[in-house]
């Protein structure tokens, strides 16, 4: 019998409680021992009330193999899966600021204590990332991973682009529907996707890619006509997790991009999440699927504890998804460049247009057919797309075209992802 | 230092030998020992030519811990197999035809003897699918899969869709890219698909689905009519891999269907390979990439073998990516039901219509607008679409309507893949 550990019992964990209830995973000997809660009265009514508690100790003092950890967040997280791991226990976890934050030092401490720790649905929900990243593609030098991996902020573009309606108005569907907190920040500032991308960065360059590194745009200021003059150049906005192996080192970040038609990540809509991993041998592999909720989510986490039932249990191992002793990669944006999508708001056009064109060497003015738009946009500003500038220099550019009188707003820059990476 | 013995040079083999250059696999002590090849004159002037032996005495002889086999066919490769499990190598294959006739007596086997045969890279080449499907996902209850398995007929379908050409000048083209055989005859016939499909559906499932239970049909009577009139419904015809679980078992089957162009599957290009794995927790995940070619088969080979350095070497195991005992699956097309897209030729066009609507209950004529055709139709033809009938009733309505006077000939009869499912 293999003895399980949870930590939390809110929506994740009530998943993985229901699926540990399947066959399958009697099967294979699983059973839930300990269930860690702050407010046992919530939940006394529940199959499993017999199993609660509220003091960790419990959690390791009884015979547990393996601990769970589903209760998100980092305090107290981190200090149970660090105790766990130093104790022997295995752990799954679904925690992604966790993993981003503690990932190189709670792996450490599990070679270290001959344990495993994994974290399949840190990423992507129940879609397989982490480990066909770390093992099936293992033999692969990875120079991209691309993605969208964040459902609320899709879920939002997606109406957005669909209905023509506002990113407030999209926000608050997204906050009704349960797609979006009360509290949106982490999501709609793309912080939530930047863990992400630390995670799968991580493992992919086989070094230590620091979350606070990642050069980070939220979609908060997206607005409907962005979205509705990116349609109708052919374009979706998506909020793209982007990193790139660079001659400076590792380049990343999350932004909200225009993608072309063409590119399978823009046919992913709603709440779904689509990652891209470019290896040298294999090519581009994408991954699809739910990318977040219950099942899904508690999926990937009891295919992690199948992992270790059937790999590691009775034999202390030395696996781990990082690389061992993973150097800090050097995250940068310099060096980069990207076409722009530019939107201003001028005081005079023609002075304005005459500075944009002093200012960039290789730029389209775009002037949207009126009948073709999904919905009127304000006549009153200039949109252009200027190519191939370097991250270096675009703020630059930008600053001067702020400083010209005849310029009395920069409505919008947005990148353009190109077709060929 | 791990040992391998490679069974085979070809171009997967020679992919194999270039990958476990590379540093990653250094790192994990692995090296080539021997080689068996047929003809060692062929392969003298090659870095590896000192390893290689026409023996496969020599292989089983050396201290080799893991038999990568990678020659491909039925014999020899069966026996070489089977011998190396019995004599307790651990075993990594790329060979579809071997894993779909005899994988579940080959895992039998190599339970008995405490050793793995892993097989990533018989299923859409680089595409992590086969470790996903039986480790991450291993909590759900898979309730279908589906796909575009076969890059040679994808390909084809994808010319003639593209350019209007015929089917046999896109096979010419696709030869003549190395994409097709001389002999196509697995590929356009279905075969290699059903082979593929009767893998992923033995895990799926967890029982043994014979590959010759599987109903087959080959693209080889598409015509650049078909395509046309897909093309004029807003869909795309794909040779698209299927199994369900029904009531009655499995269904599974390999056959040309009109696919929207809304379904994600409908936008696999060329020689790209697609799998959806629906599953009752996890919901819709989507794999994606090279489903061929040398590197990305290589890569999933390696990938194979890394797992096995790192999850069973030193511990006799008892893992399998099969159930322990797979019961075979009763599959079965009987009771399930799809929408027709049906041409004939008639002889008498008025009569013919009136037979079609009195022989099929929920039907549709189609009248394309020329103006609206890629290319030019026969005018001669009359194109319905029949729905929802049951596989076992299509044969014979198909030929009652064959038995009328007023019909020369049935042109095409093809599934239209249902939105929902």
Known sequence: MVKIGLLGCGTIGSGV??????????????SIEKIL????????????????????????????DIVVEVMGGIDPAYFYVKQSLLKGRHVVTANKDLIAKFGNELQKIARQNGVRLLFEASVGGGIPIIKPLSECLAVNSISEVKGIVNGTTNFILSRMANSGMTYEAALKEAQQCGYAEANPEADVMGFDAARKLAILSSIAY???????????????????DDISIAKYLGCSIKLLALSRRTEKGIMARVAPVLLRNTNPLAGVADVYNAIIVKGDAVGDVLFFGQGAGKLPTAS?????????????????????????????AKVDMEGCSSDFFIRIKPRSRVEAMDKIA??????EFVFPDRSKL?????????????????????????KSLKATTSVDNVLSILRIEREDQ
Chains 1, 2 share one sequence.
Do not use: M, W
């Open 17 to 30: 409680v229901e699926l540990l209830a399947k066959e399958a995973c009697h099967r294979n000997g699983l």
């Open 37 to 64: 809660v702050r407010n046992k009265d919530k939940h006394n009514n529940k199959p499993y009330g017999s199993k609660l508690t509220n003091r960790f100790e419990d959690i390791l003092k009884s015979d547990i």
């Open 206 to 224: 086989r070094s230590n890619v620091d979350y606070e590194d990642i050069y980070i745009e939220g979609i908060n200021n997206i607005s409907a």
């Open 300 to 328: 990937a986490v009891v295919g992690d504890i199948f992992d270790i039932v059937r790999h590691s249990l009775g034999n202390r191992c030395q696996v781990s998804s990082y690389e061992e002793e993973a150097p800090t």
């Open 358 to 363: 002093g200012l960039f060497e290789r730029f």
């Open 374 to 398: 999904q919905r009127p946009v304000d006549p009153d500003q200039i949109v252009f797309i200027a190519y191939d500038i370097s991250e270096g220099d675009i703020d630059k550019r930008i």
